[in-house]
């Protein structure tokens, strides 16, 4: 059974960090390439990084060196950090595989707001 769980998110002044986590379970992790997504109100969800199983991460335009995406294959968690943010990157954040599956959690809340 697929289960995809976020946690980190949080209230935070614009310019602050967070630290997101996603343990997921059912998917094979240690194989998977893994993706943060985010969704604004109104919005689409977008992909805001990927890492593959060997470590190696892409980002969107948007996030390029404020996020760091990483992985720990020993503890099967994911992590998104995420600094210098921005009133634009308030959102709900899910973590998946990339591409994604049809199950998604219930994603961790993102506010930035002064």
């Known amino acids: 059974q697929v289960q995809l769980v976020e946690s980190g998110g949080g209230l935070v002044q614009p310019g602050g960090s967070l630290r997101l986590s996603c343990a997921p379970s059912g998917i094979g992790f240690r194989l998977q390439t893994m993706g943060w997504y985010r969704q604004a109100p109104g919005k689409q969800r977008e992909l805001v990084a990927s890492i593959a199983s060997g470590g190696s991460a892409n980002y969107a335009g948007s996030v390029k060196g404020r996020f760091t995406i990483s992985r720990d294959n020993a503890k099967n968690t994911v992590y998104l950090q995420m600094d210098s943010l921005k009133s634009e990157d308030m959102a709900v954040y899910y973590c998946?595989?990339?591409?994604?599956?049809?199950?998604w959690g219930q994603g961790t809340q993102v506010t930035v707001s002064s």
């Open positions: 998946n595989t990339f591409p994604p599956l049809t199950t």
